[in-house]
């Protein structure tokens, strides 16, 4: 099941940020987003009444910018970032998105590729965006 993510969710969305990505936007910042940025969305996937995916994004106008994208690593290609994906793309859609705009790690490859699948292109390289790795801009129009 899709819906909207809830303040009940945050504890175990950062529990899954540290398990796939080994690191949290955190707590207190997606309690933000979620309850007091307007323009902030946050959706999950569940099964069985567990968190096991999540996507967060804002919406400015007619454009969209995805902070966070995550499926939970036994869950991984079986198809529920794609569900959730396009489940995310209808509702940006509906909300009058016309263009989304991302930033992946050069070295994630798998991401690049579903990217790509849905028409993203590749706009520039972000010099050290992470840590310790350079990210890729992607763009594409949400139709």
Known sequence: MIRKASLDDLQTIVDLENKVFGHTLGYAFLKQELLENEFSRM????????????????QIDTNADILNFLVDTPFQNQGIGKSLFEHVLLDMKEDGVNSLVLEVRTSNERAIYFYKKYGATIVTTIKNYYETEDAYMMYMEVK
């Open 43 to 58: 959706y999950v996937y569940t099964k069985n009444n567990q968190i096991i995916a999540y996507l967060s994004y804002r």
